[in-house]
């Protein structure tokens, strides 16, 4: 699934003038099936790939995922850097690193590249969720865009999540019969932090009585 969605999506939106696909990589599972499948379409889309892996230095593991991301790029033979930042000590350490993430990203984007991201089906149902608690407006329901631009950016450089519509149990499987190896960032269960609650205590509490709740959340966004 995963596969045949990127394909489709990349038939639909490469344009001829695109030079490298830059894929923002975490190193976790999610980024690690977006690289595989792009690696697995080189010969379709017939661009280089580079992967950009933004060192934020919160976690003890921070350096074992550099060498991670490190090893992996040379598995697959794709251009990479790792860039180290500081997260500014803010009420909200979340969108600082999101902040501090993407300005290190932007300082790797050229001209004519497309940046992909590797949001799913549950990140879109958690973004919702999150923007409905803060008092969204009508356009906030619209929650991530397959296809945008880059944030922060003083260049105009196309952002891609071609991933939207699989589910995590989708990204689960392909992962698991490619046996893919990838991070598993210690901070994801922290509930401190508001995606985590909604992804481990709200998600589950919803999908418990309405079990398509997640697909019907993502499906609100898109219309």
Not at 108 to 115: F, I, P, R, T
């Amino acid at each position: 699934m995963p596969l045949s969605t990127l394909k489709s999506f990349l038939q639909q939106h490469l344009q001829p003038h695109t030079q490298r696909l830059v894929v923002a990589y975490s190193g976790g599972v999610d980024s690690h099936v977006l690289l595989d499948t792009l690696v697995k379409l080189s010969n379709f889309h017939q661009r280089p790939i580079k992967i950009i892996h933004v060192h934020h230095g919160l976690s003890h593991y921070a350096n074992d995922w550099a060498d991670h991301v490190a090893h992996i790029a040379q598995q697959y033979g794709v251009d990479y850097c790792i860039e180290r930042v500081q997260v500014a000590p803010t009420a909200s350490l979340e969108a600082a690193a999101r902040t501090a993430r993407y300005q290190a990203i932007n300082q790797h984007l050229q001209a004519n590249d497309v940046l992909l991201l590797a949001h799913h089906q549950q990140d879109q149902a958690e973004t919702l969720l999150l923007r409905i608690m803060r008092g969204t407006g009508v356009k906030g329901l619209i929650g991530m865009k397959a296809c945008a631009d880059v944030p922060f950016c003083h260049q105009k450089i196309a952002c891609w999540r071609p991933l939207l519509s699989v589910s995590r149990q989708q990204i689960m499987a392909y992962a698991q019969h490619q046996n893919l190896v990838w991070i598993e960032d210690d901070s994801n269960t922290n509930l401190v932090f508001n995606r985590n609650y909604v992804r481990h205590q709200v998600l589950p509490a919803l999908a418990a009585r309405w079990p398509q709740a997640v697909q019907q959340l993502a499906q609100t966004s898109q219309r």
